[in-house]
C-alpha cells in the first residue's frame, strides 16, 4: 500500500515499538493527520542501556514492521542515545511538528522542541472504535514466565508421599503482574531455572513436554533432592490444573480447566496477603509422620478444591485449602510454623485459608469479601 505523502508538514516520533501492536498503529494514524510521518526507532544498545535488557525484537524487525505501517512515510533507527536519543535525528530532519502520547511527556522533550522551533504535541491514549487500549508493558507481562499457585494437595507429587494413598495436586498458573517474593512457594526456584533455559519468556512448543524438560533440568541425575513436577507443570500449563499422582514423580493423569469465566471466578476469590518468606537453611520434611489417614485427608482436599472450582463454590474451596493446611500439619510438622499459624489465625473468619509453601510466603485466602490488605491474581488461561 502507498504511503501518505500529501503532507508537507513533516511530523516526527520516537519509540521503542517493540511488540507493535493497535495501540501503535492508532498512534500513528492519529499523528499521520498532522503531516508527513517520520518515525525515529531506538537501537537495541540504547534499549538496553535504558531498561537494562534486550527488546522482544532486534532493531532490524522492528524497523521493518514500522515501515510497513502505512500510515508511515519513513522510520530510521535513532542516531543518538538516552532519553532523547532521537535528538541528532530532529536537528537533521528539522519537522515542523514532534508528537507523543501522554504518557510519553516529559519536560525535557518539551524544552528540546522549544528550543529548536517544533511545535510539540501531546495526544490521549485513545484506540481504535471496538478496540481495547493495551501498552506494550502489559502484553509483555503476558509473554513473561509465569508464577504458580499450589491450593491443594501439595506434597502429593512426591511419590513418598502419594504411594500412602493416590491424590490430585491443584495448581494454577498466574501472570506476573508483580514480582513475587522469592522463597514463597509459588515455583519461584523452579521459575529461576527456566529462565537460564529460555529467558523471562514463556517457551514454544507443547507445555506438557516443557514442564518435563524443565523438572529434569532442575533435578539432574545425583541430585539430593527432587523438586516435585507440580512446580514445573504448574509453571507451564496454563489455567487451572488437576494433576493425579499415584507413588511416582510424575502424574498419571492431567485435567484442565481454561474457560474464562472459572478463571475470572477463581481470581475474584483468591486473595495473597503477603507473611514472612521461608527461612534460610529450613528443612520442610526433616520431619514425617506419614500414615494412611492424613495422606488420604490430603488427597481429599486436593479432589474438594477441584469440585469446588467447577461449581463455583467458595465455602467448599475455603475448606479444602484448610483440610490441605492440617494434612500438612500431621504428616510434615515443620511445613507448618507457628510464627506463621499466628499469622493465619487473623483470618478465621474466612471460608479458609493455606500458605503458599512451606514455612510461608504468602497466606491463600478464599472469600468473596474483599480482604483489604490482600494482593490479587490474574489467571493465565
Same mark, same amino acid.
Given at each position: 500500500?502507498?504511503?501518505?505523502?500529501?503532507?508537507?508538514?513533516?511530523?516526527?516520533?520516537?519509540?521503542?515499538?517493540?511488540?507493535?501492536?493497535?495501540?501503535?498503529?492508532?498512534?500513528?494514524?492519529?499523528?499521520?493527520?498532522?503531516?508527513?510521518?517520520?518515525?525515529?526507532?531506538?537501537?537495541?544498545?540504547?534499549?538496553?542501556n535504558?531498561?537494562?535488557?534486550?527488546?522482544?525484537?532486534?532493531?532490524?524487525?522492528?524497523?521493518?514492521m514500522?515501515?510497513?505501517?502505512?500510515?508511515?512515510?519513513?522510520?530510521?533507527?535513532?542516531?543518538?542515545?538516552?532519553?532523547?536519543?532521537?535528538?541528532?535525528?530532529?536537528?537533521?530532519?528539522?519537522?515542523?511538528?514532534?508528537?507523543v502520547?501522554?504518557?510519553?511527556?516529559?519536560?525535557?522533550?518539551?524544552?528540546?522542541?522549544?528550543?529548536?522551533g517544533?511545535?510539540?504535541i501531546?495526544?490521549?491514549?485513545?484506540?481504535?472504535?471496538?478496540?481495547t487500549?493495551?501498552?506494550?508493558?502489559?502484553?509483555?507481562?503476558?509473554?513473561?514466565?509465569?508464577?504458580?499457585?499450589?491450593?491443594?494437595?501439595?506434597?502429593?507429587?512426591?511419590?513418598?508421599?502419594?504411594?500412602?494413598?493416590?491424590?490430585?495436586?491443584?495448581?494454577?498458573?498466574?501472570?506476573?503482574?508483580?514480582?513475587?517474593?522469592?522463597?514463597?512457594?509459588?515455583?519461584?526456584?523452579?521459575?529461576?531455572?527456566?529462565?537460564?533455559?529460555?529467558?523471562?519468556?514463556?517457551?514454544?512448543?507443547?507445555?506438557?513436554?516443557?514442564?518435563?524438560?524443565?523438572?529434569?533440568?532442575?533435578?539432574?541425575?545425583?541430585?539430593?533432592y527432587?523438586?516435585?513436577?507440580?512446580?514445573?507443570?504448574?509453571?507451564?500449563?496454563?489455567? $487451572?490444573?488437576?494433576?493425579?499422582?499415584?507413588?511416582? &514423580?510424575? +502424574?498419571? @493423569? #492431567?485435567?484442565? %480447566? *481454561?474457560?474464562?469465566?472459572?478463571?475470572?471466578?477463581?481470581?475474584?476469590?483468591?486473595?495473597? $496477603?503477603?507473611?514472612?518468606?521461608?527461612?534460610?537453611? &529450613?528443612? +520442610?520434611? @526433616? #520431619?514425617?509422620? %506419614? *500414615?494412611?489417614?492424613?495422606?488420604?485427608?490430603?488427597?481429599?482436599?486436593?479432589?474438594?478444591?477441584?469440585?469446588?472450582?467447577?461449581?463455583?463454590?467458595?465455602?467448599?474451596?475455603? @475448606?479444602?485449602?484448610? %483440610?490441605?493446611?492440617?494434612?500438612?500439619?500431621?504428616?510434615?510438622?515443620?511445613?507448618?510454623?507457628?510464627?506463621?499459624?499466628?499469622?493465619?489465625?487473623?483470618?478465621?473468619?474466612?471460608?479458609?485459608?493455606?500458605?503458599?509453601?512451606?514455612?510461608?510466603?504468602?497466606?491463600?485466602?478464599?472469600?468473596?469479601?474483599?480482604?483489604?490488605?490482600?494482593?490479587?491474581?490474574?489467571?493465565?488461561?
Amino acid at each position: 500500500m502507498r504511503k501518505l505523502t500529501s503532507k508537507k508538514k513533516r511530523v516526527l516520533v520516537s519509540g521503542c515499538f517493540d511488540l507493535l501492536h493497535a495501540g501503535h498503529i492508532a498512534f500513528f494514524k492519529t499523528a499521520s493527520t498532522y503531516g508527513q510521518l517520520y518515525v525515529s526507532v531506538g537501537t537495541d544498545q540504547n534499549i538496553r542501556n535504558l531498561k537494562g535488557k534486550s527488546p522482544t525484537f532486534s532493531q532490524e524487525e522492528r524497523l521493518y514492521m514500522v515501515n510497513a505501517v502505512r500510515y508511515v512515510h519513513q522510520a530510521f533507527l535513532s542516531s543518538g542515545s538516552g532519553i532523547l536519543d532521537y535528538k541528532p535525528d530532529l536537528i537533521r530532519l528539522r519537522p515542523e511538528v514532534f508528537i507523543v502520547n501522554s504518557d510519553g511527556h516529559t519536560e525535557e522533550k518539551e524544552r528540546l522542541c522549544s528550543e529548536n522551533g517544533v511545535e510539540y504535541i501531546v495526544l490521549d491514549r485513545i484506540p481504535e472504535p471496538g478496540l481495547t487500549d493495551q501498552a506494550s508493558s502489559e502484553i509483555k507481562k503476558d509473554l513473561r514466565l509465569p508464577y504458580r499457585i499450589c491450593l491443594a494437595g501439595g506434597w502429593l507429587d512426591q511419590p513418598w508421599v502419594s504411594e500412602w494413598h493416590p491424590g490430585s495436586v491443584i495448581v494454577v498458573q498466574i501472570k506476573p503482574t508483580i514480582d513475587f517474593h522469592e522463597r514463597s512457594g509459588l515455583g519461584t526456584s523452579s521459575r529461576k531455572v527456566a529462565r537460564e533455559l529460555w529467558g523471562d519468556r514463556i517457551p514454544k512448543g507443547d507445555p506438557v513436554r516443557n514442564a518435563r524438560l524443565l523438572f529434569g533440568a532442575e533435578n539432574p541425575p545425583g541430585a539430593p533432592y527432587v523438586s516435585g513436577s507440580q512446580d514445573h507443570l504448574g509453571l507451564m500449563l496454563p489455567g $487451572i490444573n488437576r494433576l493425579f499422582y499415584e507413588g511416582d &514423580y510424575w +502424574p498419571s @493423569r #492431567i485435567d484442565s %480447566l *481454561t474457560d474464562p469465566d472459572t478463571a475470572e471466578w477463581l481470581e475474584k476469590v483468591i486473595h495473597l $496477603i503477603p507473611i514472612h518468606s521461608r527461612p534460610m537453611q &529450613y528443612d +520442610p520434611i @526433616r #520431619i514425617k509422620h %506419614l *500414615t494412611v489417614k492424613w495422606v488420604q485427608k490430603l488427597a481429599e482436599s486436593g479432589e474438594l478444591c477441584w469440585q469446588s472450582i467447577r461449581n463455583k463454590d467458595v465455602a467448599g474451596l475455603g @475448606r479444602s485449602l484448610t %483440610l490441605s493446611l492440617q494434612a500438612w500439619k500431621h504428616i510434615l510438622p515443620m511445613t507448618v510454623l507457628d510464627e506463621s499459624l499466628d499469622e493465619l489465625k487473623k483470618y478465621a473468619s474466612y471460608p479458609g485459608a493455606i500458605f503458599s509453601g512451606s514455612g510461608g510466603g504468602y497466606i491463600v485466602a478464599a472469600s468473596e469479601e474483599p480482604i483489604p490488605e490482600a494482593q490479587k491474581i490474574k489467571i493465565r488461561i
